[in-house]
């Protein structure tokens, strides 16, 4: 059973940056493709970013192009998703997920962490 965690959410002002882990236990991360995902009470969950097993392929919402990075060390088991240039309607929980092959579709995930609040006040 793999299980993921995050941490670092918190309270910011507009265009400010936050760089949440997610670490992995239970089994080797390396072997699972990770996504990041946001949600807001009354909303689907929405895709933010997915990264491959190796870290080679990665795909970010076209909303968060520019702004969001995703990075992973197997290493650590840990993924990160760097966030710069935050926004007010980026207010959310932000929760990583993990599944076998690299997709967008949150539904396809196989393992979820908690979530950690991301609040982005204007």
């Not at 309270?11 to 882990?21: E, F, I, K, S, V």
């Not at 493709?33 to 990264?51: D, L, Q, S, Y």
């Not at 392929?57 to 197997?74: E, H, M």
Request: glycine residues 10%.
């Amino acid at each position: 059973q793999l299980q993921l965690v995050e941490s670092g959410g918190g309270l910011l002002q507009a265009g400010g940056l936050l760089r949440p882990p997610c670490p992995a236990s239970g089994l080797t991360s390396s072997t699972y493709a990770m996504g990041w995902f946001r949600h807001v009470p009354g909303k689907c969950r929405e895709f933010v970013a997915t990264i491959s097993r190796m870290g080679i392929t990665i795909y970010f919402a076209d909303s968060v192009k520019g702004r969001f990075t995703i990075s992973r060390d197997n290493a650590k088991n840990t993924v990160y998703l760097k966030m710069t240039n935050l926004k007010h309607e980026e207010t959310a929980v932000y929760y990583c997920a993990a599944r076998p092959l690299r997709t967008t579709i949150a539904d396809d995930y196989n393992y979820w962490g908690q979530g950690t609040q991301v609040t982005v006040s204007s």
